[in-house]
């Protein structure tokens, strides 16, 4: 695609009015349409969990340990944020997103986080257990927010 092409689907995006609809659920990316303005419009809680320092990881230690790191602590964070209800809908390198609905959005969500904390402990305990002589100690963030959710699908795969 050259940069016309692009250039004019910016201004297809800036001139075209938005088509909002609610919904009840998250919902499935191909449901929100890539090409018009489109979102949906729902009520949710959402929670990033974000493994801090990673590109000291990366670079400071073997590819494979910095990837058993990742897949410990995405696979971890994952499954929490789906055994709460949660739905996982990005994942962005060394950073997991979850959006929470229903009455129960907010309790769900801080109910993940406080498990993916204590999980974190417990990722740290195996961490030295398989690597003694390591110093490494897995940390992360968390974040959660609660607002009415505008969601539209952006970018190309």
Not at 44 to 50: F, H, K, M, P
Not at 107 to 117: G, Y
Request: a negative charge; zero cysteines; proline letters at 1%.
């Amino acid at each position: 695609m050259t940069s016309l092409e692009i250039i004019e689907k910016v201004d297809d995006i800036f001139r075209h009015q938005w088509n909002e609809e609610n919904a009840l659920s998250v919902p499935e990316a191909e449901s929100v349409a890539l090409i018009s303005n489109h979102a949906k419009l729902i009520d949710g809680t959402v929670l990033y969990a974000d493994l801090n320092d990673s590109t000291a990881l990366v670079d400071g230690h073997k590819h494979w340990f910095a990837a058993e790191i990742y897949k410990s602590y995405l696979l971890s964070a994952s499954q929490i944020i789906k055994d709460n209800n949660g739905e996982i809908t990005a994942f962005d390198g060394d950073r997991v997103m979850g959006v929470f609905i229903g009455d129960r959005k907010n309790s769900s969500a801080v109910k993940a986080a406080l498990q993916i904390n204590f999980i974190v402990m417990k990722i740290n305990d195996k961490i030295k257990e398989r690597y003694p002589d390591s110093t490494y100690k897995l940390k992360q963030s968390i974040g959660i927010d609660t607002s009415k959710l505008f969601v539209a699908r952006t970018g190309v795969r």
